[in-house]
């Protein structure tokens, strides 16, 4: 089974070497890495760059025009598309999302069409962060579950791996999150289709290094967006064919 990992990155370069190589050691045959990179000044790419000299598998995707969360994720599910992905897994390069529990994630693909890293079901865990954050997720995330009507408990994740069919079926073409706002949005569109959902634990740490891009005005836009969604998909308009 062809299986990207796609990995969005915005100053990332003391996060993504040390990610990539775990997720090389997992060793997991026909498993590919997509680095979304938005031109990241730190220079992020260099590192991806220099590792996918050394390992075919381990690919660049660098984007100098278009910057953020939402729009790079898009781009990097049509990129392991193009490539005939029948698997994929999307993940955060700062730890939050560690490589260990990308074998449970693929094997509970078996029996679902979108697996969840999950810090919200029983055995996962959102650890080593701060009390404030901590209240501001799960705030934010009983607000999108009651607006979007979605059955899952972590609705703020963007640590899952989708099955081919649920990225062609979602219109990525019609995706109108440009920013964080993008994870909600295509659990919704996956929920609309009716695909089957499955949780996983995790236990979310702490990004390792490096700096965090969310602030209250991002907050605030992200949940702006959710009203959004739901408003397009009340008119009929949220997938272009409907
Ligand atoms: N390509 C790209 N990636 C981004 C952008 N913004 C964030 N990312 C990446 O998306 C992932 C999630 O962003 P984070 O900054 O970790 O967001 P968060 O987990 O909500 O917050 P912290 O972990 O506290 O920083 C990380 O891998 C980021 O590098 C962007 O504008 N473009
Ligand atoms: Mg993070």
Redesign the pocket.
Known sequence: MKTYAM??????RENIGNLIQEILNLNIPDLHIVV???NSPDGTSEVVRNLSGKHPEVELLL?TME???G??GIAGFKYALDRGADAVIE????F?HHPKYIPRLLEALQDADLVIGSRFIRGGKDVK?GIA?RVITLLAGIYVRVILGLKIRDVSS?YRCFKRKVLEAIELDSVIST??SIVSEVFYRAHLKGFSIREIPIEFE??QH?????NYKILIKTLLMVLQFKRLNKKGLLFKSS
């Open positions: 990995i969005p990155t915005y100053n990332e979304v990179d938005d984007r910057r953020g969360r729009s790079a993940m955060d390069a700062d939050s962060r954050r963007g920013g964080p702490d990004r490096g700096q965090t891009k969310l």
